[in-house]
């Protein structure tokens, strides 16, 4: 079983990471009211994303044996000034996830849970594809601030079709879902 404080810690990650997810929705909304429909599906994939993430925390702790209750989260943030705004708010997020990954680790690390530590492994290597991504996607949207179809058409050309899978991701409490 994980060491109580980093199965503490990591429960605490889940609402974060479902928050999130909430977060990256409210994104989605936004840029879908706004007509701007890659922006939008950018983020509802990241919302979803997010979720997985919490869904594979929860797997881990079931796995192990441990508690995953469920945690409430508070409402996103729904209203923005302009184009800007959101992904800089998504990735000061993606920021801050990367500090409380990093820290769950560190507790694995202090505790000798070296099978959560090993488990936080993904979670760090992610991250830093997360912010750089977030961080690209902020220099292009302000720089067409007065004309946001160019961070459509920067989307458009430079988003991957569908990559598939991560075959090294842990798995997603429920599955596939």
């Not at 000798?112 to 220099?139: H, N, P, R």
């Amino acid at each position: 079983m994980p060491a109580q404080a980093f199965t503490d810690r990591l429960n605490e990650q889940i609402g974060h990471e479902f928050a999130a997810s909430q977060q990256y929705l409210a994104i989605a909304s936004y840029y879908d009211d706004e007509t701007l429909p890659r922006l939008a599906a950018f983020f509802y994939a990241q919302a979803l994303e997010e979720r997985n993430h919490a869904l594979m925390m929860v797997q881990y702790l079931l796995d192990a044996d441990a508690q995953a209750p469920i945690p409430g989260v508070a409402a996103p943030r729904n209203g923005f000034g302009d184009v800007v705004e959101p992904v800089a708010l998504a990735l000061d997020q993606e920021r801050r996830v990367s500090e409380q990954i990093n820290a769950l680790a560190a507790i694995a690390r202090e505790e000798g849970d070296y099978t959560s530590e090993q488990f936080m492994q993904w979670f760090i290597k992610e991250q830093v594809e997360e912010v750089a991504s977030m961080s690209d996607l902020l220099k292009v949207v302000e720089r067409a601030r007065e004309n946001p179809l160019l961070a459509e058409e920067y989307l458009a050309r430079e988003s991957p079709a569908s990559e598939g899978a991560d075959p090294t991701a842990p798995p997603v409490a429920g599955g596939a879902l």
